[in-house]
């Protein structure tokens, strides 16, 4: 095979690589990053101002549209929730990891988990499925668990 004819194959029509980066200046590339940035804080302000769940932006940076929200860390999602404090946050880090665990595995650092290894294909959406875990609010199932015995429904289905 010639020198021709396997650039020929590498290469479109323009000439240039069909995988070649579609950013075509380092002024271009500064501008996409920062439009990724302000998108991500754009979010982060929504979960915030409680407009938005971390479910629901988990859920968007799976889309193409979101995928900029891929590189926001766990830690920095969940801190940003009214009346989170790092204590919860780490405690929720904690459950996602606990309920992946495999033993002889090391676990990965807390810091460094972002949306995108939640959304990671490779881990078949359990990653995904332990954060929903983690989050979904936990109610006692009657009053007074688990000091008191369990109520004896009244012929209405309603606690006695």
Known sequence: MSDTTTRAHATNRTGR????NLVSSPANAQAAAARARRYRAEWLVAVAQ??????????????????ALRKVRLV?????QPDA???TV???IGGVLHQL??????????????????????????????LVHALEPRTAP???FPFEPRPVAAAGGEWA
Request: hydrophobic share 35%.
């Open 142 to 144: 009657w009053p007074g």
């Open 76 to 80: 920095e999602l969940l801190g940003t």
């Open 85 to 87: 404090g790092s204590t």
């Open 17 to 20: 690589h069909p995988r070649a």
């Open 101 to 130: 665990s495999v033993h002889g595995h090391r676990q990965p650092p807390v810091n460094r988990l972002t949306i995108g290894w939640v959304l990671d294909p490779r881990s078949n959406g359990r990653r995904f499925d332990a």
């Open 90 to 92: 780490r405690k929720t």
């Open 50 to 67: 409680d407009l938005v769940t971390p479910l629901e932006m988990v859920a968007h940076a799976a889309t193409a549209e979101g995928r």
